[in-house]
């Protein structure tokens, strides 16, 4: 059964003089949006949706094997954000020059706000992160950029298996797929992706946690506080701060969007072209069908045949790189032809706060890629019809419709204020998320 909560009962409360009535006003519009939760959640409304706080550690997905506490969240914010973290660089002058904010920072909703995010040989932020580019004076090979988009971190606790094609992460969703983990030990530890990635990631990105990163830069009294139960010889380790890192990504949930708000019964915080935009969402959109949940997103991976780095001569693929098995998503990983060219339902939070949309980076508006979708025509001609989403091409949604839907997805899912998030200073003292010279001046740090 539905639960009107607010949104059923309340009444704006309008006082006669003449006899003190209260006159009942309930929209139409909100009474059909919370009848179409109803039907897409079996009968769970609003709640089905809605993100828990923050600080309300029970009620947020975890790893049993990596509990979320306080001091381990107030270390990995931290860490996540702390430039002397880049302490193993492949250029000895770009040491603690970068960290894991240098491609996710709040002013891009936990994302790099770029077409492809850049930690080592990285140069400036500008004023949203905008600002940064690649050291053109330093070998091509010693660049730290990524041949997908940077997905964001927010609402990643929804998720058990991490990077566009899920490879991270040895329970759940990758249970019979070890024999894809050759190059992956680290998903025999048992760990969730979360955890798995903030240990493979300080490899892969060139960071360095280690006991003389702790005992140097602050850290001792923070590991201690998040680590008590391991002996002291082990505490001050790799594994360990991307278990602080992980449980910190945990919290990064938009919970403060207008649509939270108004699934909590706020029903002015969207306006009528937001409701109607997630009527359309949760109905003939089809959106909800991959986009569902507290994260709006499942635990899958779909084929939309959107396009990839190699079709843009603004990306630089590194000549290491496999990319025919990034182009194939979680076929790349899974060798498993069914699976190819499929890539994970991001979460849809605070996308207007970036500029480019699709793990290709082929889009530069919300509104492009549900043109896109509502079309049908593949940029990538590559991929195999069978392979395509079935909702590729078959909403058949008005322009109005698309508007609204835009307009819902942009303004209704962004969470203004994710600097929350953010520590006023890192341990080391040092600018972040980046502490290059030219990213001190566009921070002011200098």
């Not at 006082?15 to 009474?31: F, Q, R, V």
Request: net charge negative; charged share 25%.
């Amino acid at each position: 059964m539905r639960k009107k909560i607010t949104l059923g009962t309340v009444f704006l409360l309008l006082i006669s003089c003449a006899n003190d009535e209260y006159i009942p006003i309930e929209s139409d519009l909100d009474s059909e949006l919370l009848d179409v939760l109803d039907e897409v959640s079996d009968g769970k409304g609003t709640s089905f949706f809605v993100l828990p706080e923050s600080d309300d550690f029970i009620n947020i997905p975890q790893d049993p094997l990596n509990p979320i506490t306080k001091e381990k969240v107030a270390l990995g914010k931290l860490l996540l954000h702390e430039t002397a973290t880049g302490g193993n660089p492949k250029i000895e002058e770009m040491k603690g020059t970068y960290s894991c904010a240098s491609c996710h920072h709040p002013k891009a909703g936990f994302s790099s706000g770029l077409r492809q995010g850049i930690g080592e040989c990285g140069v400036g932020f500008g004023s949203e992160g905008e600002g940064r580019f690649v050291n053109t004076a330093v070998p091509r090979d010693s660049v730290d950029v990524q041949p997908i988009r940077v997905p964001t971190l927010l609402n990643v606790a929804y998720q058990d298996v991490m990077l566009w094609n899920g490879q991270l992460g040895g329970t759940g969703t990758n249970a019979g797929t070890e024999a894809s983990w050759t190059e992956i030990q680290e998903n025999f530890l048992g760990f969730q992706g979360l955890e798995v990635q903030g240990i493979v990631g300080q490899k892969a990105h060139r960071l360095l946690i280690d006991r003389d990163f702790v005992l140097t830069n602050g850290y001792k009294n923070l590991f201690d506080a998040a680590f008590p139960e391991i002996e002291e010889n082990d505490r001050y380790t790799k594994q360990n701060g991307a278990l602080a890192i992980a449980a910190y990504e945990r919290t990064l949930l938009a919970n403060k969007s207008p649509w939270q708000s108004w699934l909590k019964g706020e029903t002015q915080a969207l306006s009528t072209a937001e409701k109607e935009g997630a009527i359309t969402f949760f109905s003939n959109g089809k959106c909800y069908e991959c986009h569902t949940g507290p994260a709006l997103k499942d635990k899958k991976f779909h084929a939309f045949g959107m396009g990839d780095f190699d079709n843009s001569d603004k990306a630089m693929i590194l000549s290491d790189v496999d990319f025919d098995a990034v182009k194939k998503g979680r076929g790349g990983f899974t060798s498993n032809q069914a699976d190819d060219y499929k890539f994970k339902t991001p979460t849809l939070y605070n996308l207007i706060d970036n500029s480019f949309y699709g793990h290709g980076a082929t889009f530069t508006s919300i509104k492009d890629v549900i043109v896109y979708k509502n079309e049908g025509t593949p940029q990538n001609t590559e991929v195999p019809l069978e392979n395509l989403a079935e909702q590729f091409g078959t909403i058949d949604l008005t322009d109005e419709e698309i508007e609204n839907l835009t307009s819902f997805i942009a303004y209704s899912l962004r969470d203004p204020a994710l600097s929350r998030y953010v520590p006023e200073t890192i341990s080391s003292g040092n600018c972040f998320p980046n502490n290059d010279p030219t990213s001190q001046s566009d921070l002011g740090c200098n």
